[in-house]
């Protein structure tokens, strides 16, 4: 988990068909953005994937690793001061073996800011 967490979690769902969508709101406050950047924050991506493994394993109630990213695409900076509240939605295939293959949007108002595509497995705790 990212310490002195960077969000607060505002709502999660799960459906039925492996669809889970959270909505988080962005800590403009904390340390991180000091330095990144000074006068224009933006949440570091490696920040926006760590949000998308703390979900998963909130909703999953396990913990995870992340064993596979085949594709991150990030199409717009997430800046606290324009984009306080996220929106995930994140759609999950089990496999036989335990990994889980996980389709991940980072969305403000309708707008994809961060799309993932990868794998995780659990986790020892």
Do not use: W
């Amino acid at each position: 988990m990212l310490k002195n967490k960077i969000y607060t979690l505002e709502a999660v769902q799960t459906s039925e068909t492996a669809v889970i969508t959270a909505e988080i709101r962005i800590i403009r406050g904390h340390s991180v953005f000091d330095g990144h950047f000074p006068g224009n924050p933006v949440l570091p991506g490696v920040c926006t994937i760590q949000i998308i493994k703390e979900l998963l394993e909130e909703s999953l109630q396990q913990p995870l690793r992340m064993s596979k990213a085949s594709n991150i695409k990030y199409l717009g900076f997430i800046n606290p001061d324009h984009h306080p509240v996220l929106q995930f939605k994140m759609v999950l295939k089990q496999g036989e073996t335990g990994i889980i293959g996980v389709n991940a949007s980072v969305l403000f108002e309708r707008n994809v800011l961060c799309s993932f595509k990868g794998e995780f497995v659990p986790s020892p705790s």
